[in-house]
């Protein structure tokens, strides 16, 4: 196992989504309303997402997996410890 311990997940930071512009968080906001409706997940202030969902998640942000988790952490809806979500893929 990795001294750093295990994959960390990729848990998305709700509020912080909802204050940011609509052009720039719009699909993001709308990609994780979805997942919290199939779950029925309403109450959370983060949620967590698949692996597999950063990948989708990047093909409609037109960007790699890597380039998009820069650019939510640097928009605060990801914590720094995602980078090491992203480099096992
Ligand atoms: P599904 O993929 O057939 O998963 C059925 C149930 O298996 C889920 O019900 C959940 O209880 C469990 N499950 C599947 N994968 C995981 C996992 O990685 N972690 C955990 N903790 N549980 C897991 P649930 O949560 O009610 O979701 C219902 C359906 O909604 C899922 O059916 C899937 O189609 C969709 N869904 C929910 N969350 C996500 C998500 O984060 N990403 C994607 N792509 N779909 C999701
Ligand atoms: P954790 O994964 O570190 O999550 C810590 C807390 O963040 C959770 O406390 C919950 O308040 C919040 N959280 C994280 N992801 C989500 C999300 O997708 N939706 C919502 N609504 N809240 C989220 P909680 O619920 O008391 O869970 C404590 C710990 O129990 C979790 O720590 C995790 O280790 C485990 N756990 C809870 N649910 C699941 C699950 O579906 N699958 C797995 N594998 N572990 C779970
Ligand atoms: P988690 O529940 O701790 O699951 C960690 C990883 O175990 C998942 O990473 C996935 O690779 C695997 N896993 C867990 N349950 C299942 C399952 O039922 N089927 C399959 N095929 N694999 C499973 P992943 O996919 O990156 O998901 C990360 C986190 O996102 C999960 O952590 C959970 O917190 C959340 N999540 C993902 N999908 C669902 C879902 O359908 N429903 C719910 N409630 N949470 C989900």
Known sequence: PS???????????LERLAQLPK???????RYAATIQSQRGDYNG??????????????VIYDKSPSE??????????????????VESF
């Open 3 to 13: 001294p750093l311990g295990p994959t960390p997940k990729l848990v998305i930071d």
């Open 23 to 29: 052009e720039k968080a719009g699909a993001l906001a």
């Open 45 to 58: 202030k983060v949620l967590s997402i698949r692996q597999e969902d950063l990948r989708s998640l990047a």
């Open 68 to 85: 998009l988790t820069e650019e939510l952490i640097s928009w605060g809806v990801l914590d720094p410890e995602a980078r090491r979500a």
